[in-house]
């Protein structure tokens, strides 16, 4: 069974601080891995990986791969208000003939002034 | 530049009433589908389509039925509601399954009473 396991489920830091999170992953025949930012609505994208050790970087957040390990990170430096929300991450798959895509349960990311 | 669009935007309904709801895209994506989100659950595949006139069923299909007569349209329907049909639904489309982006609706509350 394809299997997406994200950690920690919340957190809770200090405006100012950096924060990693955590994706790992068990899937048949790995495609790609995916991150969101879901507020109080719908997710929007972030990154999209597909290749071991290659950093994808936008603004102050960055993501990578390790597919010898099967897991990805996010991080988060210098954090703000207004990056509280849930990150959720997705891996693409195929097996079987069939593309599949699972998501993880999300982390609750909750940034106190 | 609407993306994907889903109508209603909230819905309460009694028990065993049946709805429609709405999923437009105007991205000319091939693959459409419909998740549900509950509190701490992360998002389930409900049904999907990988082009017009075809579909099938995701992890939690039971009680739902989807038709996709167009590429544009994937409507999602409640037959005989019921209260574990609380949710937030929603609807997203993309150029392939497993790599590429998800571009989610704004999705719709629902409440069954």
């Known amino acids: 069974e394809d299997k997406v396991v994200q950690s920690p489920l919340s957190l809770v830091v200090h405006e100012g601080d950096t924060v990693t999170l955590n994706c790992s992953y068990e899937v048949t025949n790995f495609r790609s891995l995916l991150w969101y930012k879901q507020e109080k609505k719908a997710p929007t994208f972030l990154f999209m990986l597909?290749?071991?050790?290659i950093e994808k970087k936008s603004g102050r957040l960055s993501s990578i791969l390790d597919k010898k390990e099967l897991f990805s990170i996010l991080n988060i430096t210098a954090t703000q208000t207004g990056d509280s929300a849930v990150y959720l991450c997705?891996?693409?798959?195929?097996?079987?003939?069939?593309?599949?895509?699972?998501f993880g349960k999300g982390t609750h990311l909750i940034i106190q002034p | 530049n609407a993306g994907v669009t889903q109508t209603p935007k909230f819905r309460i309904l009694k028990i065993g009433q049946s709805m429609t709801l709405q999923c437009a895209q105007d991205?000319?994506?091939?693959?459409m589908y419909w998740y549900r989100q509950d509190p701490g659950m992360g998002l389930k595949l409900i049904y999907y389509?990988?082009?017009?006139?075809?579909?099938d069923k995701g992890e939690v299909p039971n009680g739902y039925n989807v038709s996709r007569s167009t590429t544009e349209d994937f409507p999602l329907r409640l037959e005989l509601a019921a209260p574990s049909q609380t949710s937030v639904y929603f609807c997203a489309s993309s150029y392939s399954r497993a790599e590429s982006p998800l571009h989610f609706g704004n999705g719709t509350r629902l409440t069954v009473t």
């Open positions: 991205m000319n994506h091939n693959y």
């Open positions: 597909t290749s071991s050790g």
């Open positions: 997705a891996v693409g798959h195929s097996g079987g003939g069939a593309d599949g895509l699972t």
């Open positions: 389509s990988v082009g017009a006139g075809i579909t």
